[in-house]
């Protein structure tokens, strides 16, 4: 893949940790944009830089930031990032203008370090720690945000990921508590919890990354420690499906380390996924510390799209045109992959 015109490199000055889409509501004169989280050693400086897919080189806008960003989401009206010292920060799509920025600082009366699950559901954020604390945050009606306090797990466990199902519903995933789910209609406490599938049983297992499935919000995909890759169903929530990982018995793993991000990928057509039961999954891209990305798809051999030679940190999928997948790498790249019938061909 490395040679494919499909796959584009477009080195950056800076450390690329995330990158997002952003919403074709925001497109601008410049045409397609992206959001990139970056951060400079050097200067000990961290910034959301928004830039054109035409020229990705120059930033449009930048957002600073008080330390380096750990999660990063768009909603159709606001950019949102979450920062390692415990603050969110919201700015309005429409013009990423940096004085019309809003913020949720960290400390004792929202999170004490960093946020690392950060999704938008409607009209709230839900916003996830390693502090264990949740929160959702929204509008206060007067231009401020006002996060209200879910659940603290008082440092007893930790969280990774967070993603709505619902305007009710999310679930959550973190270290040693597998991924819970909550509904706001029925409390404050999570209705269920999945334990996972980890390497083998020898490991505790850490989840990064959720996704919900498009169109059944009772099914959720996750990717964490060693490689590992399952879906949740709720319907059955002691019978997780693996997709991959280092204990499965059925096909050669696909990777070994961290899973650092997974999709449901649309674009991707599974061999039988119009004639088959309700129970059939979407293929899922993912990507991990390892530089793989790649779909994998519930008993069928993974399509291994790159193989970086540096950790792959995260990727997004372009809503409005899902052939399209921009990825941040670890040695200050933003990798743009175009995935058409020629480009899937040559694989």
């Known amino acids: 893949m490395a040679d494919n015109p499909s796959f584009r490199r477009h080195p950056q000055p800076f450390s690329i940790d995330l990158v997002r889409w952003l919403p074709s509501s925001a497109t601008s004169p410049s045409g397609r944009l992206l959001a ?26 930048s957002l600073p930031l008080p330390s380096r960003a750990t999660a990063l989401r768009c909603s159709p009206s606001a950019l949102a990032a979450a920062t390692s010292s415990g603050s969110l920060h919201l700015a309005p799509s429409s013009s990423f203008d940096a004085g019309a920025a809003v913020a949720v600082s960290g400390g004792a009366g929202f999170h004490v370090g960093p946020v690392r699950g950060l999704d938008f559901g409607g009209e709230e954020w839900v916003t996830a720690g390693e502090d264990g604390r949740i929160h ?66 020898l490991v ?53 380390s961290e899973v650092w991000e997974v999709l449901f990928d649309t674009y991707t057509q599974s061999s039988d996924i119009l004639s088959s039961t309700s129970a059939r999954l979407l293929p899922v891209m993912m990507c991990s ?32 045109n899902p052939s399209d997948v921009v990825c941040a790498l670890e040695w200050e790249s933003i990798g743009i992959l175009s995935r058409g019938r020629d480009a899937m061909a040559e694989e």
């Open 36 to 61: 990139a989280a970056v951060h400079d050693p050097s200067a000990a400086s961290s910034d959301i830089h928004i830039l054109s897919l035409a020229d990705p080189s120059s930033p449009l806008a």
């Open 136 to 201: 959702v945050v929204g509008g206060g009606g007067d231009g401020r945000v006002v996060a209200r306090r879910v659940w603290d797990g008082k440092g007893m466990t930790g969280y990774e990921a967070a993603k709505w199902a619902s305007p009710a519903e999310f679930a959550t995933g973190g270290a040693g508590c597998g991924v819970q789910w909550w509904d706001r209609r029925k409390g404050d406490a999570a209705v269920a919890q999945c334990s996972g599938i980890w390497g083998r049983g």
């Open 204 to 256: 505790t297992g850490m989840v990064h990354s959720i996704d919900i499935h498009p169109s059944r919000k009772h099914i959720c995909v996750v990717g964490g420690s060693s490689g590992t890759i399952f879906a949740w169903d709720l319907r059955w929530p002691q019978q997780p499906i693996p997709l991959s990982g280092i204990g499965l018995t059925t096909a050669q793993p696909l990777c070994e």
């Open 289 to 320: 510390e390892d530089g793989i990305l790649a779909v994998v798809e519930q008993d069928e051999r993974p399509l291994e799209l790159l193989a970086e030679s540096c950790a792959i940190n995260s990727f997004d999928i372009d809503p409005q």
